[in-house]
């Protein structure tokens, strides 16, 4: 299990949970985040080679959902503003310009090989020198994919992985430039891509992404937002000020339709997987997603069920935030009700909070936005300060 600083980030999310639906606490099997994604996270019955294969298929959801993402010029339009794509190829353009010349060392957390392969072919072909890409994961199953992604493009010399924990690594661990690159002539741009800087407290991934940085480093990192609303009228002077903004739960859908995607289904099918081998949400399983009568063991039609709710929580310095939570149900043997697996949970931040959790939580300074036409993806890109 991975090691958390308390108070941890999903226990925090289950108590919410809890308190706004008839869930009780002790009935939410709470994990870690990177529990999901390195071999030692979830103590299951399974052998060597089926918690590889299902490591490897985790990380093959989450590059599927990517690959579809780029290949759809239409999504997250709107009424004709940048797609998903273009947004992200603009913000990379940006990065290019902000590299002023310098060789980039380009390090990705949490590797992904369709979005990586379409940043690092735009920054070359903008006339960025690239000098190195380091992935770093926790998943150990991710390395070889990355690595036939990605070294046509740049050579094997070029190409080094950490498998490592975020939490545990330092910029000190970076592997040393290859041959005559010098480190005071290459920027590093990193990356935390597909909505992870919503899996977590900012207090906790601020520190992390300043350790794993130095003073004038570029940061992209992208989130699914909402909108926002009017200030809390009961959030304490001592965690907000006047221009706090709170999230618009109430306007969603686009937050839903994610979490009903067949790939993030399927995702909580794996981490389902690892408690009962027989868990299923294919679709001839009809999942049940509404979340307004669970708990306390009531009966349902399926013996698993799919639950999407979207909860409150109150951040320090950033206000009142949304978080996208999916759990999936266990039935307990001999028939004494159900037990639930928090299987994702993800800050949904206005774009202001955003702004708000990157400047307070780190050594950081935000130097501009890519968003998509709809409003539902922005990529924000910061500077590392002292």
């Not at 060597?48 to 579809?68: P, V, Y």
Request: net charge negative; glycine share 8%; proline share 6%.
């Amino acid at each position: 299990m991975a090691a958390t600083t308390l108070p941890a980030f999903n226990t925090l999310v289950a108590e919410s949970i809890s308190q706004h639906s008839q869930i009780p606490p002790e009935q939410i099997i709470v994990l870690d985040n990177s529990d999901k994604y390195c071999p030692d996270g979830i103590k299951t019955d399974q052998s060597q080679d089926e918690e590889g294969e299902s490591l490897a298929a985790i990380f093959g959801t989450m590059a599927s959902l990517n690959k579809g993402a780029l290949l759809d010029k239409n999504l997250c339009t709107g009424n004709g503003g940048h797609s998903f794509r273009s947004a992200l190829l603009s913000a990379t353009d940006e990065l290019a310009n902000l590299a002023q010349g310098r060789k980039v060392r380009y390090v990705e957390l949490g590797p992904e090989p369709f979005k990586s392969s379409v940043i690092i072919t735009h920054l070359i072909s903008s006339g960025v020198q690239l000098s190195q890409y380091v992935g770093i994961d926790i998943n150990p199953e991710s390395e070889l994919t990355m690595r036939a992604a990605l070294e046509p493009i740049i050579g094997p010399d070029r190409f080094a992985y950490l498998v490592a924990d975020f939490y545990k690594t330092s910029a000190d661990d970076l592997p040393p430039l290859p041959g005559s690159d010098k480190e005071g002539e290459t920027i590093t741009v990193m990356t935390n891509l597909g909505f992870q800087e919503g899996n977590d407290l900012p207090s906790r991934l601020g520190p992390m992404l300043s350790r794993l940085t130095r003073p004038g480093d570029l940061l992209l990192s992208e989130m699914q937002v909402l909108p926002s609303s009017a200030p809390s009228s009961d959030a304490s002077d001592s965690e907000s000020d006047s221009d706090v903004s709170t999230t618009s739960i109430t306007d969603s859908k686009l937050v839903e339709e994610f979490y009903h995607h067949p790939e993030m289904l399927k995702f909580s099918s794996l981490v389902g997987k690892k408690f009962d081998r027989n868990f299923d949400l294919s679709p001839q399983s009809s999942p049940n997603s509404s979340s307004e009568d669970v708990g306390g063991g009531g009966a349902s039609s399926n013996d698993y069920e799919y639950i999407f709710r979207l909860v409150p929580l109150q951040l320090s310095n950033v206000g009142e935030v949304a978080v996208a939570t999916t759990l999936v149900s266990l039935p307990i043997p001999g028939g004494k009700g159900k037990n639930y697996v928090l299987t994702n949970s993800c800050i949904k931040y206005t774009r202001e909070q955003f702004a708000r959790a990157r400047e307070t939580q780190g050594k950081f300074g935000v130097k501009g936005w890519r968003e998509t036409g709809d409003g539902s993806v922005v990529f924000q890109i910061a500077e590392r300060r002292l």
